[in-house]
């Protein structure tokens, strides 16, 4: 059985930079696309990145395209999203997901608990 687990959120100053990392306390994430979604308070779930198991494959929303960049290391069984130029809108709680496949949608079956990110002088 998969279970995610997402780590690495803190507290960081706007323009900062903060590395997320998503692993697997059961199985092996090399089989699984992983996506990366994030809610703050008083706003809708938002996908943020998605990768494919391959890692070749990758997306990212239009509201952290070149701040945002997902990737994987399949040998470490690791999945990272690296967050530069913090915005204070960046605040919110991040999550990543996995599928079996790559896709955009929300339902995703397998989640982590969640990881507090917030950006604030």
């Known amino acids: 059985q998969l279970q995610l687990v997402a780590s690495g959120g803190a507290l960081v100053q706007p323009g900062g930079s903060l590395r997320l990392s998503c692993a697997s306390s059961?199985?092996?994430?090399?089989?699984?696309?992983i996506g990366w979604f994030r809610q703050a308070p008083g706003k809708e779930h938002e996908g943020v990145a998605c990768i494919s198991s391959s890692g070749i494959s990758a997306n990212h929303a239009d509201s952290v395209k070149g701040r945002f960049t997902v990737s994987r290391d399949n040998a470490k069984n690791t999945v990272y999203l690296q967050m530069n130029s913090l915005k204070p809108e960046d605040t919110a709680v991040y999550y990543c997901a996995a599928d079996r496949n790559l896709h955009y949608g929300l339902n995703w079956p397998h989640w982590g608990q969640g990881t507090q990110v917030t950006v604030s002088s």
């Open positions: 059961g199985s092996s994430l090399d089989r699984y696309a």
